[in-house]
T-cell receptor
Framework: DTGVSQNPRHKITKRGQNVTFRCDPI?????LYWYRQTLGQGPEFLTY????????KSRLLSDRFSAERPKGSFSTLEIQRTEQGDSAMYLC???????????FGPGTRLTVL | QQQVKQSPQSLIVQKGGISIINCAYE??????FPWYQQFPGKGPALLIA?????SEKKEGRFTISFNKSAKQFSLHIMDSQPGDSATYFC??????????FGKGTRLSVIA
């Protein structure tokens, strides 16, 4: 069990640029979640997958955001035309279908200048 | 409407004291209540969790107390240590669905 990994750990970009983050879940976990956390707040749900199927998207996930999980393994979260309001920590978590515990990765800190 | 309300926002406790953080929820369909600990620059780490069929769960120095009728649950940290200084989040969910988090409590344990 190597844990959930996320890359990059930090990303600084200029407003209007596109960014992509990657999450590698715990290998046997078939559920993968994306959350966003801003300073002084708890994580807020963005979207989640069961295997390769995207089951739910939050209203926080505007049309500039897209997530994929090809082949039900790693996942990517892309933000197009970034805005300063997108600056946050993007967290990925995974769980198995039979257990409720979600394990979080270290997050990707995005700064939009 | 915030589904999980957490208090206090910040807490200062003397080393060796008891830290108490409270959460209240509204959705009676919630059936899993975890607490997460987060250090600066790190992702949240599961500390302890409880289901509504029990009123208390203890793991080492950490205890969850659960009051189903009041729709409240709390985290107690006994013998608080400086290494416990972190932000703590309560959360809730229904089945294997995404977690709903409280806003967090920043705990500082001072010597």
């Amino acid at each position: 069990d190597t844990g959930v990994s996320q890359n990059p750990r930090h990303k600084i970009t200029k407003r209007g640029q596109n960014v992509t983050f990657r999450c590698d879940p715990i290998s046997e976990h078939n559920r993968l979640y994306w959350y966003r956390q801003t300073l002084g707040q708890g994580p807020e749900f963005l979207t989640y997958f069961q295997n390769e199927a995207q089951l739910e998207k939050s209203r926080l996930l505007s049309d500039r955001f897209s997530a994929e999980r090809p082949k039900g393994s790693f996942s990517t979260l892309e933000i197009q035309r970034t805005e300063q309001g997108d600056s946050a920590m993007y967290l990925c978590a995974s769980s198995s279908a039979s257990r409720y515990t979600q394990y979080f990765g270290p997050g990707t800190r995005l700064t939009v200048l | 409407q915030q589904q999980v309300k957490q208090s206090p926002q910040s807490l200062i406790v003397q080393k060796g004291g008891i830290s108490i953080i409270n959460c209240a929820y509204e959705n009676t369909a919630f059936d899993y209540f975890p607490w997460y600990q987060q250090f600066p620059g790190k992702g949240p780490a599961l500390l302890i969790a409880i289901r509504p069929d029990v009123s208390e769960k203890k793991e080492g120095r950490f205890t969850i107390s659960f009051n189903k009728s009041a729709k409240q649950f709390s985290l107690h940290i006994m013998d608080s240590q400086p290494g416990d200084s972190a932000t703590y989040f309560c959360a809730a969910r229904t089945g294997n669905t995404p977690l709903v988090f409280g806003k967090g409590t920043r705990l500082s344990v001072i010597a």
